[in-house]
């Protein structure tokens, strides 16, 4: 039957995807998403009860792992790996998140698929990087988003530190390593050869820090929590409303005199004390409770519309059920719904880019564990008797 293909754009391109948990699932789902033909290799021996994920049929799988097909295959077998290495041979991608250690017991790693078929780009996830002092460390995405310095700036001042409601770590690794995969296929256009892409939990969640860390790089100056205000624009926060709370971002002199008088407290920036930047960071908690005293008197609704008008950014503050009411993520078309030969209602997060030719859609939901084994093997040249023959050996 047809591969199901999500998009065109990445049509031409076959991934052998031996991930699992998260961040590796991510970055194929990515590919799958724009029209890779991904297929997940699920160990054959792999219970029910240990899927990872969670459940086949629970969201957080559907969600991983949609335009995807799956095949098993048992590496822990010599006929395993080699019928592994027949794959690889008119494969452009590989995809793994094994501990670096792994794969090379194996007879899967790099140099070893490199010799099968040097055009191949070879993605890897880890914990903390392939080699080094921390290299054979199972990664954990709290663990990451710990020693990557996000939780110390996550979090009300003096009530220790706080991880995030995602997990960061994990989903920016898979996304680094689907654009590293990009940027290796881009460059084998013009050198014909593959290479080994290379990433890892803790590399995703520093890089992620980005203006904070840049802060101490240059400056020295060791970012500190700041709970819901911006740590340098001023007053950027979170203020109550008369039914709840709202999101109002100031970054510049003009922005602020607007807001003060869609406020309608013009005065406030004629004040010393809040006339500067560093006046307002000095005054902050002041500042603040002064703000207050204004937005309590309005609901969160009324104030955006106020302050939109007077075009200050502000915005109120969802929860998820709330975030897919609001009009404009309805407009975008983000939540899509999942074809299915059962029915059921089936309705995911889709891609955060629009393409104008080759758009990206739900192709498929997710396949069941080895659902399109035989018919990937047949793709890749195995004969129906071979086929039989694997099966019989529990190799697939």
Known sequence: MPIPRASQALSRFTVLDLTRVRAGPTCARQLADWGANVIKIDALLEAAGEQLGGPRGGPDFQNLHRNKRAMTLNLKDPRGVETFMRLVQKADVVIENFRPDVKAKLGIDYESVRKVNPA??????????????????????????????????????GEGPMRVGIPVADLTAGLFCAMGILTA???RDVSGEGQWVQTSLLQAQIFMLDF??????????????AGNDHPT????????TSDGYINIATTGGRIWQR?????????LPTRPEYATAPERSKNRKALNAEINKFTATKSTDRWVKEFNAAGVPCGPIYSIDQVFDDEQVQHLGIAQDVPNPENRHLRLVGQPFTLSRTPSRMAAPPPEVGEQTEEVLAEFGFSAGEIAGLRQGKVV
């Open 120 to 157: 191949i780009v070879y993605g890897s996830i880890s914990g903390f990087g392939q080699d080094g002092p921390y290299h054979k460390r199972p990664g954990f995405d709290q663990i990451a988003q710990g020693m990557g310095g996000l939780m110390s700036i996550t979090g009300a001042p």
């Open 185 to 187: 296929l881009l460059e």
């Open 212 to 225: 904070q860390a840049a802060r101490w790089l240059m400056e020295k100056d060791v970012a500190q929590q």
């Open 233 to 240: 624009s001023i007053p950027t926060g979170v203020f109550r």
């Open 259 to 267: 807001f003060a008088e869609a406020l309608g407290a013009p005065d």
